[in-house]
């Protein structure tokens, strides 16, 4: 039997109708600045997670802007964006979308741009 041929690009994957007008704009805008290849399918909970985070993490740091003197509710929504920040920096590791995940050892680098001529762990000269 003849091995089947694919042709053309991989798409990127499609933004979920669930979503918010907001929250679809942040999706399209992550998912199309990554190659269609980046995301899968399994990956789609994570990204809304993602954009949902990342809306309640604008509002909350808007909160904290208007709350100028240290009060209790201040206290609450400065708990809240700790939170949601640590969050937010989990979900982008596993989306691999923050640049210390994007980065391979092999393309790492010392401060003069080269590796030992020995360096077979990828270790930093």
């Known amino acids: 039997m003849k091995d ?3 042709i ?6 499609s933004t979920p109708n669930s979503l918010t007008n907001r929250e679809k704009e ?3 805008r992550i998912v199309s ?3 269609p290849d980046h995301f899968t399918l399994g990956e789609i909970d994570l ?3 993602y ?6 993490l604008e509002e909350y740091n808007k909160q904290l802007r208007l709350l100028k003197i240290l009060s209790k509710e ?8 700790t939170s949601l920040n640590g969050t937010q920096g989990t979900l982008s590791q596993k989306l691999r979308i923050n640049p210390s995940s994007r980065v391979k050892t092999n393309q790492t680098r010392t401060l003069e ?7 077979e762990f990828g270790e930093l000269v």
Do not use: A
């Open 4 to 6: 089947l041929e694919i």
């Open 8 to 13: 053309g690009t991989k798409e990127f994957i």
């Open 26 to 28: 942040i999706y399209e």
């Open 33 to 35: 600045s990554y190659s």
């Open 47 to 49: 990204l809304k997670n």
């Open 51 to 56: 954009c949902m985070n990342f809306i309640l």
């Open 74 to 81: 201040h206290k609450q929504v400065l708990s809240m964006v």
């Open 113 to 119: 741009g080269k590796r030992s001529e020995d360096d």
